[in-house]
């Protein structure tokens, strides 16, 4: 039975097998993943991102939690750009919550960079499409921080929930860049701490002054206490509501083309990228060409042409994809 | 007479005028640059950094002037990736020092990101290899900021020098990220605020708890007050100790050799995507793979070879380089 089979049962063993083999060895992956991208495109994609502090975990399992209360099925992947960990169905750094762990309507995968630059985004989006293909009904990809990898991240989710805590001072300002555009959801969680109610009417006001106000969906912001389960129910209310827009508005295949746009041009870029340097490196005259430009025998312009044009002679007699 | 050959005997608008085409139109500046290509290499490359705040421009503007002393003729390259202007010999935010900007002996651009993200350390690089094979004996490349973008164009230098300012507070600890590693001379402007003594100390502890401090070069830290143009030619001289332990031990050859290799990479993958997207846009293909994955008639590994497929073929037959 290949993997892409065992994901299709639900087998636990192989989906974790699979998404081990894409974050390793990903050109390995790609028959099992083309066997799976037909049965693709039926769950809801739930990016959480939000600040360190803001209680990701803690909310993103107490969603989980709720969904499973609904008899849904739940995939978890865990993303942390700054981690060199991965793998398992517990995270490094802490233990997800005992009933999640044991559920086995719940599949938990957390992510790291394992040093290998860019390459997490697909890895991501490659996992969550066998969690898709797996049959998971709601698939929550948490991430860590507001930088660009990060958003790169959660732009391959749906609907996108953008976790704020009070007292972090300066934490309206910064949130600005970037992470305003790709909102969906605000939630305010820890939201019985005292200043709470400052930040919701800050964060409403800079909405109001958003130039796209007047865009189909305004990004309602919740309130939660993650811990306690409170306002949990309305969180997923939203997100559901979301999930409605998108799908009645049509902005769901938007987005959905938008993806396929961009994750073909990466799977082209990954392919020259990998062929042409494997093949120079075999062939041995890509240090040649260095050493003729040091010594100006030659310019690089040049260089790469002679670089290009055996390697798309002998390439285009055969896509080794 | 082309652009190129008005470089060589150093017309100051063939200069400029080629600058800009490399700016605005890469592609059409590719026969000038590989003219010019064989008259590089002699010029030193003194990268300029630091946060705002430093006094670059003041201390790139004083070693200019220290420079002319000695009959040099001095290239300023300034360069903003936040700011969207570009050109003249007049940077958009201030006026140059009179004395430089009226001095036929020094060419002074600035050049800005234009929204063009990632093409500027690669037009930066080809505005060098411009005056470089214009015959200037130094070229200074000031850049803004220490964030990725900074990091990229300044490794293009021989010699890198790192700006510091008393008073910046936990300056020392931001420092630490990759700045410390390619940093060959640290200067610490406004050497005359009264805790310049202490930030000295406290950098000189960092430097010695440096792993790489056994290696051949021990990174000098200078003192300066720009404005009145103290501490200088000191300043001048760690550099250009630099720039002969770099020719004495080899490691210039060593440095060119990785920046070369680097930019053959960079022209290739530019190449490739320039054409490949020029080729699919033009056959109009590229739509219709994506609605055909957004209907799950093909995955992305197939759609991939499909547009690889008679690209690389049509390809293969020339290379337009």
Redesign the interface.
């Known amino acids: 039975m290949s993997l892409a089979e065992g994901v299709r049962r639900g087998n636990v063993r192989a989906t974790a097998k699979l998404i081990t083999l894409i974050e390793n060895h990903p050109e390995s992956a ?1 028959e099992d ?2 066997a799976l ?2 049965h ?2 039926n769950a809801h994609i739930v990016g959480i991102t939000g600040s360190p502090g803001v209680g990701k975990s803690t909310l993103t399992d107490a969603l989980a939690k709720r969904w499973r209360k609904d008899g849904a099925r739940v995939g978890i992947i865990a993303v942390d750009p700054n981690s060199p960990f991965s793998g398992g169905a517990l995270l490094g750094d802490r233990v997800r919550m005992q009933e999640l762990a044991t559920d086995p309507g719940v599949f938990i995968r957390s992510m790291g960079a394992r040093g290998r630059l860019g390459g997490l985004a697909r890895a991501t989006h490659n996992a969550i499409r066998v969690l898709d293909a797996g049959g998971k009904d709601v698939i929550l990809v948490e991430t860590v921080g507001v930088g660009q990898s990060e958003l790169d991240i959660v732009q391959t989710a749906d609907t996108v929930v953008v976790g704020l805590v009070p007292g972090m001072g300066d934490d309206i300002q910064s949130i600005k860049a970037g992470i305003l555009e790709v909102a969906d959801v605000f939630v305010i969680n820890k939201a019985d701490r005292p200043d709470a109610r400052r930040l919701m009417m800050e964060l409403q006001t800079m909405l109001d002054l958003d130039p796209e106000k007047g865009s189909a969906w305004q990004p309602p912001i919740e309130r939660t206490v993650a811990t306690t389960g409170e306002g949990v129910d309305m969180l997923m209310a939203a997100i559901r509501h979301h999930w409605e827009h998108l799908t009645r508005s049509g902005e769901l ?1 938007q987005r ?2 938008d993806r ?2 961009a ?3 990466a ?3 990954d ?3 990998t062929r ?2 494997e093949y120079w490196q075999r062939e041995g005259h ?1 240090e040649q ?3 003729q ?2 010594r ?1 025998e030659t ?7 002679r ?3 055996p390697f ?2 002998s ?2 007699r055969r ?1 080794g ?1």
Do not use: C, I, N
């Not at 310019?299 to 042409?305: E, G, I, K, L, Q």
């Open positions: 790609v993943l083309r991208h037909p693709t495109g295949e959905r083309r396929y746009e994750e073909l041009q799977v082209v870029e392919y020259w990228r042409f340097f890509w060409m260095v050493e430009l040091l100006k310019d690089p312009f040049s260089a790469a042409r670089l290009l044009t798309l002679d390439e285009s896509v994809l």
